[in-house]
Nanobody, 121 residues
């Protein structure tokens, strides 16, 4: 099993910034990719940003957050962070950390418990 623990959500005014962090713990795994998703009531969970392992550390962002959000990894600590700037009311959601890991010869997806981000206009 891999546990993901998130931190950093909260309430912020529009135009402000927040930083989310997520730490992965467990044993016998290697991380293929880590990312952040978000979900609002009544809608599907959507990808916000993902960063892959390996030399390139390629990233992908939802169009709605490009230029405002930045995802980063600390491989040594198995953590991923999401720096969110110029926040808008439409960024309000529960944000979930996701890790795709290789473990016991198979790939698994793990999720954090979610952290609320509320942007007031």
């Amino acid at each position: 099993q891999v546990q993901l623990v998130e931190s950093g959500g909260g309430l912020v005014q529009a135009g402000g910034s927040l930083r989310l962090s997520c730490a992965a713990s467990g044993s016998g795994f290697s991380i293929n990719a880590m990312g952040w998703y978000r979900q609002v009531p009544g809608k599907q969970r959507e990808l916000v940003a993902v960063i892959r392992s390996g030399g390139s550390r390629s990233t992908n962002y939802a169009d709605s957050v490009k230029g405002r959000f930045t995802i980063s990894r600390d491989n040594a600590k198995n953590t991923v962070s999401l720096q969110m700037n110029s926040l808008k009311s439409e960024d309000t959601a529960v944000y979930y950390c996701n890790a795709n890991v290789a473990q016991w010869g198979t790939n698994f997806n793990y999720w954090g418990q979610g952290t609320q981000v509320t942007v007031s206009s």
